[in-house]
């Protein structure tokens, strides 16, 4: 039995974020990152959602729609160069059960990124956070992270290796609606 719309708007109305991890990957040409948040469902939205095909696809198309929307609002340099964000994949699965729904985005770009030194920039709108959040950057090997800044956002952040950029969020502060992040880029072996 399909569910209602009545039931559909409040149970989709009751979905709390409540944690995402980001983990972004750098090479030569391309930057790809996978954005994962999870949710509390109580009136189990995504279970309906996922169990017909129509409303699943529906969902798909609008959770794509919202965050490329998202992403063509922000401003995202590599090398003084503008790239453009795009939404490759969206994927909704469950933790632990179906109260616990998770959703998955690949996004992908272009990047100029060169032997040497480079700089990524993002500028977004700064916002207050509404749940925590790690975020990890892998660059090639051999690569050195030289600089990071967040524009005076309370985000906390560690070099776990020359190469591995780890940074933390937590509900309740405000971003700084700004990242920088110089890095260089070793020689590829002949």
Partial sequence: MKPNQKFLNEASRNVEPVYAQGFF????????????????????????????????????????????????????????????????????????????????????????????RNIYENVYASEVVEYDYAAYWVFPLGSKILRVDFGGGEEEWDIVKSNILAIYGRRGMKTGGYELIEFEVAEPPQ
């Fill in 25 to 116: 990957f750098v090479s030569r040409d391309y930057i790809s990152y996978y954005l994962v948040f999870d949710y509390y469902d109580p009136l189990e939205y995504y279970k309906a959602v996922v169990s017909d095909e129509q409303l699943l696809n529906a969902e798909v198309s609008k959770l794509w729609a919202n965050m490329q929307q998202f992403l063509d609002e922000e401003v995202v340099k590599v090398n003084n160069v503008k790239v453009s964000p795009r939404v490759a994949m969206i994927d909704i699965g469950f933790r632990r059960g179906k109260k616990n729904p998770y959703i998955v985005f690949l996004i992908r770009f272009r990047a100029p990124i060169k032997s040497g």
